[in-house]
């Protein structure tokens, strides 16, 4: 019995020989222009698929951090941090959960309650549209803008960064001083209205109890 590369190879030469058909061409032309057409669309439903987990990440990770502070009876701080890599830049990329605990002398000491959360690649918080990244606004939302914190330090290879941080009381309020907003959204792809793409998604937290609302388009 002859080998299939053989069988393969006889029908390869066999086709040079001969030609293609007027139909074989339009088939071949057909799949190039689905491929033209499809390929975009895929990258376009990739990007949407990512966002929205990244967003139900975030999402999760505020309301844990809310349960926390009711749970324990601890005020319980985010953490956004300020992160640089060589694919991504710089930006708010990293959200972390810490429950505080003070001792008889009056110490302030932190105890993780969540591992550091990391967006995807391309996926950041914009800290530079004003109607949608309020939390961001210093001196206005109440939040703590640091330099960093040389005692919880995020893990290796990232270390100490900068991060906007802001508390849950034990009563499940926060400690901002006005409902803010903070909008998550792909650093890739091209803006819209409003300094913002078509696809992004935006989180409220209302300061005087907590709840955590989303918007997504």
């Known amino acids: 019995m002859k080998s299939l590369p053989f069988l393969l190879s006889f029908c390869l030469r066999s086709r040079n020989q001969r030609g293609y058909t007027l139909l074989e061409l339009m088939v071949v032309m057909g799949i190039i222009a689905l491929m033209a057409v499809g390929v975009p669309y895929l990258g376009g439903v990739m990007k949407s698929y990512t966002l929205t987990n990244a967003g139900q990440a975030i999402q999760s990770q505020l ?44 110490k302030v000491t932190l105890t993780p309650v969540s591992q550091a959360y990391f967006m995807p690649t391309g996926i950041a918080i914009t800290d530079s549209v004003a109607n949608a990244a309020t939390l961001f606004a210093t001196g206005t939302s109440g939040a703590t803008l640091s330099t960093g914190d040389t005692n ?18 034990p009563n499940g309020q926060t400690d901002l001083t006005t409902s803010s907003l903070f909008t998550v959204l792909s650093t890739r792809a091209p803006l819209k209205a409003n300094q913002l793409p078509a696809k992004f998604i935006t989180f409220q937290i209302d300061a005087v109890n907590g709840t955590i609302r989303v918007y997504q388009p």
């Open 63 to 106: 309301a844990f951090a809310r349960q926390e502070a009711l749970t324990s009876n601890r005020a319980v701080q985010v953490r956004f941090y300020r992160i640089t890599d060589a694919e991504n830049g710089t930006g708010y990329r990293a959200i972390q959960a810490f429950r505080e605990n003070t001792d008889s002398t009056g």
């Open 152 to 169: 919880y330090p995020l893990p290796p290879p990232y270390g100490v960064n900068p991060f906007l941080s802001f508390r849950f009381r």
